[in-house]
């Protein structure tokens, strides 16, 4: 048996400190991608065009939150889903439209720092010289790790049966109360360091049982891209300008299409907009992407939820 996705979902359950509850053999309920915000830029974030909230996802039975803009716990706890939850937080850049939330999320995932627990993983130079993880925030988590290309990571623990039998993880309970307690794993990495101004700036793909979703982030184009996330099955991208502008390390659309037809995804999401794609429409744009090179194609919206099955894709 099973537990529903839902548990996740405050006003199932209480909250309470601890672990979350976990699938109790190893099919895990159906994972989603859940937007809490699509904006993009200073001037849509600060206006609040579009929400700013980052990415949820739940992957082979972890909760994990992407980039925390402004109003990610905010969006969270309006769209049901409880920071405590989380397994990990991820900053793919110290730039404020993914960070701002950083410090609070943790201190959410962590019950007010009482319960450490998850791993922060970010750049170095979010760490740094004015860093935008408090060092106070950082004694929360169990542990931070650095982002960088080529490495691979993993969250969460892998049972092997014969782990359960042997029982290493709770030498006092039953092998069966040391299943329950053992959470399941995921892993991603990053294949390659983003071109994006000054910062420090990393995509990721992540490895769950039903594909490989590709997260590009902040960037400008570059050709590596393509090899880097080819035939992940689901790829978000930060298709931010409409048009590319001289010094905007962004992708715009013409960028998007080309990397949409290089990686050639089961389903490409556009997300993160500025005002000259707000402006577009990126619904019109995504939908004449998809026409144009025949390969599926949506524009995010606030709140969208997709669920993924092994033989597809849900909306
Ligand atoms: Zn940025």
């Known amino acids: ?5 839902t548990i996740s979902r405050i006003g199932f359950i209480e909250p309470q400190t601890g672990t979350s509850p976990v699938p109790m053999d ?3 309920p159906s994972s989603y991608i859940k937007f809490l915000g699509t904006a993009g830029t200073r001037f849509v974030v600060s206006k609040q065009i579009r929400a700013s909230g980052g990415i949820w996802l739940f992957l082979n039975g972890i909760h994990l939150h992407l980039d925390p803009g402004p109003g990610a ?3 969270s706890i309006q769209s049901n889903l409880n920071p405590q939850d989380l397994s990990a937080i991820i900053l793919s850049h110290r730039h404020l439209d993914h960070s701002n939330d950083v410090n609070i999320m943790i201190e959410a995932m962590t019950n007010g720092g009482t319960n ?4 922060l993983f970010c750049p170095q130079d979010a760490l740094n010289n004015d860093p935008v993880v ?3 925030i ?3 988590v169990k542990t931070i790790e650095i982002l960088r290309e080529g ?3 993993r969250i969460g623990e892998r049972v092997t049966p014969m782990a359960k039998e042997s029982n290493i993880f709770s030498p006092s309970a039953s092998p069966r109360e040391s299943n329950i307690t053992v959470p399941f794993a995921l892993e991603f990495d990053v294949p390659v360091r983003n071109v994006h101004g000054s910062v420090q700036a990393y995509g990721m793909r992540f490895f769950s049982s039903e594909g490989t979703i590709g997260y590009i982030g902040d960037t400008r184009f570059f050709e ?5 996330y080819k035939r992940v099955e689901i790829l978000i991208v930060n298709a931010v300008v409409e048009h590319q502008m001289p010094g905007v390390d962004h992708i715009c659309v013409k960028d998007a299409i080309t990397l949409i037809k290089g990686v050639s995804p089961k389903l490409a999401i556009l997300t993160h907009f500025g005002l000259s794609m707000i402006n577009a429409q990126p619904d019109i744009i995504a939908e004449k992407i998809a026409k144009d090179i025949q390969i599926n194609t949506i524009a995010a919206k606030d709140g969208m939820e997709i669920q993924i099955e092994k033989d597809g894709w849900l909306r």
Request: charged share 20%.
């Open 138 to 140: 950082r004694n929360y």
């Open 116 to 119: 450490c627990k998850g791993t």
């Open 73 to 75: 716990l905010v969006k």
């Open 26 to 28: 190893c099919s895990y």
């Open 224 to 228: 590596g891209l393509i090899d880097a």
């Open 151 to 153: 490495a691979r990571y």
């Open 1 to 5: 048996m099973c537990y529903n996705s």
């Open 134 to 136: 408090f060092e106070y």
